[in-house]
T-cell receptor, first 113, second 112 residues
Framework: NAGVTQTPKFQVLKTGQSMTLQCAQD?????MSWYRQDPGMGLRLIHY???????DQGEVPNGYNVSRSTTEDFPLRLLSAAPSQTSVYFC????????????FGSGTRLTVV | GENVEQHPSTLSVQEGDSAVIKCTYS??????FPWYKQELGKRPQLIID?????GEKKDQRIAVTLNKTAKHFSLHITETQPEDSAVYFC???????????FGAGTRLTVKP
């Protein structure tokens, strides 16, 4: 049981480049989400999904896309990276976030230059 | 939407002392309040949670209290140890709400 697996761990992008952050979980959780963590601002929700084929926006969705084709995978796409997207990104999953809390992945540190 | 405020932003205590971190929330519908610990360079991990049907919950040296009327909840760590040094986050949500909001975090340093 690997839990929540994120790749890559580190990434440097140039402004305007695109990339996909991968997230997979093996706990059969219906709920998955992406957060970004910036100093002094805690964790802010980007997008979330309550099941395969269902996604919705969180607090800071602009500049990011998601899809959920399977229960296990929830990739986050940056279409045209900007320096403001420099952050640490965490994927999280839960059986029910309002009842059991989250299991987080190990994070991706992204730098956009 | 929900807004969670957390204080203090930094907290330094001597080993063996107690530490208290406080959070307030804005949405009276919130009924689930987890706390996460994040060690340097690591992922946040759930350490304790409380639901609105109870006022206090304990797990060894950590406890959480909830005041629904005042809309605030607190994390209490007793007999602190150096390994308690980390950033602690509070959060609030409700059972049917998929948007969990986090506080900005408290950096706790326990001095040996």
């Amino acid at each position: 049981n690997a839990g929540v697996t994120q790749t890559p761990k580190f990434q440097v992008l140039k402004t305007g480049q695109s990339m996909t952050l991968q997230c997979a979980q093996d706990m059969n959780h219906e709920y998955m989400s992406w957060y970004r963590q910036d100093p002094g601002m805690g964790l802010r929700l980007i997008h979330y999904s309550v099941g395969a084929g269902i996604t919705d926006q969180g607090e800071v969705p602009n500049g990011y896309n998601v899809s959920r084709s399977t229960t296990e995978d929830f990739p986050l796409r940056l279409l045209s990276a900007a320096p403001s997207q420099t952050s640490v990104y965490f994927c999280a999953s839960s059986r029910s976030p309002g009842d059991y809390g989250y299991t987080f992945g190990s994070g991706t540190r992204l730098t956009v230059v | 939407g929900e807004n969670v405020e957390q204080h203090p932003s930094t907290l330094s205590v001597q080993e063996g002392d107690s530490a208290v971190i406080k959070c307030t929330y804005s949405d009276s519908a919130s009924n689930y309040f987890p706390w996460y610990k994040q060690e340097l360079g690591k992922r946040p991990q759930l350490i304790i949670d409380i639901r609105s049907n109870v006022g206090e919950k304990k797990d060894q040296r950590i406890a959480v209290t909830l005041n629904k009327t005042a809309k605030h909840f607190s994390l209490h760590i007793t007999e602190t140890q150096p390994e308690d040094s980390a950033v602690y986050f509070c959060a609030a949500t409700s059972y049917n709400n998929n948007d969990m909001r986090f506080g900005a975090g408290t950096r706790l340093t326990v001095k040996p």
